[in-house]
């Protein structure tokens, strides 16, 4: 069992950075991949990116791909989502995921492929 809590949303300008930062309670942080996603206003909720338990491989979205980056601390069981020159489009409720992966180099990147959830937190980029 792994509990997710977000934090580091807001408002913020277009053209500036976020730091979204997921931690996590539970065992063995460091067997589960783990995952932002996002869900604008209206719309489904996309994969913004993952990271493997070991934390050597990710993979992104491809409309955030150059301008987030996703990393971990398995020492301190926190995920982290460095978004830069961020755009109105990229307003969302940014959730933090995890799937146990038990030592594999698994990055999915559909929803329901990731078994925990967090409550999410709001990112609004004013024009």
């Known amino acids: 069992q792994v509990q997710l809590v977000e934090s580091g949303g807001g408002l913020v300008q277009a053209g500036g950075s976020l730091r979204l930062s997921c931690a996590a309670s539970?065992?063995?942080?460091?067997?589960?991949?783990m995952g932002w996603f996002r869900q604008p206003p209206g719309k489904d909720r996309e994969f913004v990116a993952t990271?493997?338990?070991?934390?050597?491989?990710?993979y992104y979205g491809e409309s955030v791909k150059d301008r987030v980056t996703i990393s971990r601390d398995n020492a301190k069981k926190t995920v982290d989502l460095q978004m830069n020159s961020l755009k109105p489009e990229d307003t969302a409720v940014y959730f933090c995921?995890?799937?146990?992966?038990?030592?594999?180099?698994?990055?999915?990147?559909?929803?329901?492929?990731?078994?925990?959830w967090g409550q999410g937190t709001q990112v609004t980029v004013s024009s």
């Open positions: 990271v493997s338990q070991s934390g050597t491989t990710t």
């Open positions: 995921a995890a799937v146990f992966s038990g030592g594999r180099e698994y990055i999915p990147h559909l929803d329901y492929d990731y078994r925990y």
């Open positions: 539970g065992a063995h942080f460091d067997l589960y991949t």
